[in-house]
């Protein structure tokens, strides 16, 4: 009769094996699995550049072409020129005017630069947190101390929406090395200067927290 029970322990625990749901799901910590990722387009846009140069009507259309396409901080812009150095400087001009400056090399793109032309490539990053909203599964029962399937997707999809440069996700700029101890004290010193919320005119308007109220009768 002992050795039956014993028997039936073990093929309970082994059904149970069967059944058994790791516990190693990624959803059960504090990081959230709707995270932002980073898409990027490059936009490629070529001008004639006879004897090197960019004509003027070449530049204008560079300026509508960057004007359509809502060219701001955030893009990079770059020149396929070869040797070209005035139709260079021209396109750095009219990118510029953008606020924008021309970064070094330049990415791949299709097709070759035809003889006597510059390609001037935009390339744009966009982040975006995908699948949300997310409420496909319940809050409970929660056996296993998961997050919610939407755990995350308000901060980082407002994180996501409003950072300048998507690219600083990625990697964060680097110092210039150079400080101003005037910037970084001006918080402070603002701090310290500013007026009282409760002070009007030198008075309070309310007894301060700690201060004794009572009249002197003396």
């Known amino acids: 009769m ?19 749901v790791p516990q190693d799901l990624a959803d059960r910590g504090y990081s959230p699995q709707h995270v932002p990722v980073l898409t990027r387009a490059d936009y490629a846009f070529d001008v004639a550049a006879p004897d090197g140069m960019l004509p003027p009507q070449e530049a204008e ?12 901080y955030g893009d990079s812009v770059y020149i396929d020129a070869g040797s070209a150095y005035g139709a260079r400087s021209e396109v750095e001009r009219v990118a510029g005017n ?13 097709g070759a630069v035809a003889p006597g032309m ?31 399937p939407n755990y995350g997707c308000g901060v980082n999809s407002a994180l996501a929406a409003m950072v300048a440069n998507p690219q600083d996700l990625v990697r964060g700029r680097e110092g210039t090395g150079v400080g101003d101890a005037f910037a970084g004290a001006k918080a402070i010193v603002m701090y ?27």
Request: glycine fraction near 12%; charged fraction near 20%.
């Open 61 to 72: 259309r560079l300026d509508a072409f960057f004007g359509n396409l809502g060219v701001a």
């Open 2 to 20: 002992m050795r039956t029970k014993i028997a039936l322990l073990l093929l309970g625990a082994a059904l149970a094996g069967c059944n058994h």
């Open 98 to 110: 953008y606020g924008l400056l021309v970064s070094a090399g330049a990415p791949v793109t299709a």
């Open 118 to 148: 510059v390609r001037v490539i935009v390339s744009r990053t966009q982040a975006t947190v995908a699948g949300c909203p997310d409420w496909g599964r319940n809050g409970q029962p929660n056996y296993n101390n998961r997050t919610l």
């Open 192 to 218: 310290q200067n500013w007026p009282l919320t409760g002070i009007i005119d030198g008075q309070a308007k309310r007894p301060l927290l700690g201060t004794d109220t009572k009249k002197d009768d003396k």
